[in-house]
């Protein structure tokens, strides 16, 4: 019987403290967004929404990742689209 690789050596092993730093990053964004005028635009809700503890805090890491991607994905298009300026993301 082959031996289970240890998931820390593993390929696909997720950087935690990577995806942490993302996620700080993230939330700035949508806290600059919020300041330039008070109500988020609806890419950026949807962005908070994601991050927010109903789907964060029940999500498990490589679900947390994909989390991430599709916040940065949806504040990527909220600024290439003008619903807000410059999020300092990219």
Not at 45 to 61: G, H, P, T, V
Request: a positive charge; proline letters at 6%; zero cysteines.
């Amino acid at each position: 019987m082959p031996s289970r690789p240890n998931s820390l050596s593993a390929p696909h092993a997720l950087d935690i403290k990577a995806l942490a730093t993302r996620r700080a990053k993230i939330m700035k964004a949508i806290a600059r967004a919020r300041t330039d005028g008070g109500a988020l635009p609806p890419l950026i809700e949807k962005a908070r929404d994601l991050m927010s503890a109903r789907y964060w805090a029940r999500a498990n890491w490589r679900h947390r990742a994909q989390i991430l991607a599709t916040s940065e994905w949806l504040l990527k298009l909220a600024e290439r689209s003008g619903e807000v300026g410059t999020t300092g993301l990219f």
